[in-house]
Structure formats: C-alpha cells, structure tokens
C-alpha cells in the first residue's frame, strides 16, 4: 500500500486543524497590530505602547486620596462628637498637655497652669467667649 492513499488518523487531523487556527490567530494579530499601527500614525513594523499601567496608577493613587481624605473627616466628626458630649455633661475639654499641668500642680502645689492661653485656643478653635470659659 502506498503511504498516499492512507486517510489520515484522528489524532493527525486534529494536530492539523490547531495548527492551522494557531497560524491564522497569529496572523488576525499582527494584521490588527498593524491596524493600529496605522490609527496612531506609526510606521510599519513598529509595536504600539501600552500605557493602561498608568491609568491603574493613577486610580489607585486618588482613590486613596479619597479614602485618605474619608478618615481625617471621620476623625474631626468624632473628635468634635466627643467634645459636644462632654460639654452637654457640664465638663470642658481641654488639650492634653493642659490636663496633665493641672494634674501636677494640684497633686505638687506648684504653679497653676496658665489657664488664659488655654481659654484663648478653645475659644479660637471652638467658638465663644474667653472670659466665659476662663
């Protein structure tokens, strides 16, 4: 028998036609490069860029900016629920440094802390009068 003449196995034709889809998916690619080439006014041969990375860089810079910007105002509204509730409790408050100074001299009998400049930041920053907080 003559090798001609023989029907080519399943497995042949198969191998056959994967190789011929992979030539032609090739060939659908470098046309569509070429394609694109010719939009954005390159000549042939040469590969176009991509920059899609810097658009993902991008978002993920502002939106954590945004999700920055999100936890500093969640911590104004809490610092200033805080100080609404102690007030509606009939108490001040004051900066830390402030509280510890009144600690020591009341505990030591030192000097007592300078209580003018701390009424005068509360009053700037929160509002009201500073002899009525003094």
Do not use: C
Not at 112 to 134: F, L, V, W
């Amino acid at each position: 028998m003559n090798s001609m003449n023989q029907e080519p196995s399943f497995w042949n034709t198969v191998r056959l036609l994967l190789v011929a889809a992979r030539m032609r998916a090739m060939g659908r690619r470098e046309r569509r490069q070429e394609i694109l080439n010719k939009k954005a006014g390159k000549p042939a041969g040469r590969r176009t860029s991509s920059w899609g990375w810097i658009g993902t860089v991008v978002s993920v810079f502002f939106l954590s900016l945004v999700h920055g910007m999100a936890a500093l105002s969640l911590y104004f509204v809490i610092s200033a629920a805080e100080r609404i509730d102690a007030e509606h409790q009939g108490k001040i408050a004051v900066s830390s440094w402030f509280l510890e100074a009144t600690q020591t001299t009341q505990s030591s009998g030192w000097n007592p802390p300078d209580y003018a400049s701390e009424a005068k930041r509360i009053s700037e920053e929160y509002g009201g009068k500073r002899s009525e907080i003094e």
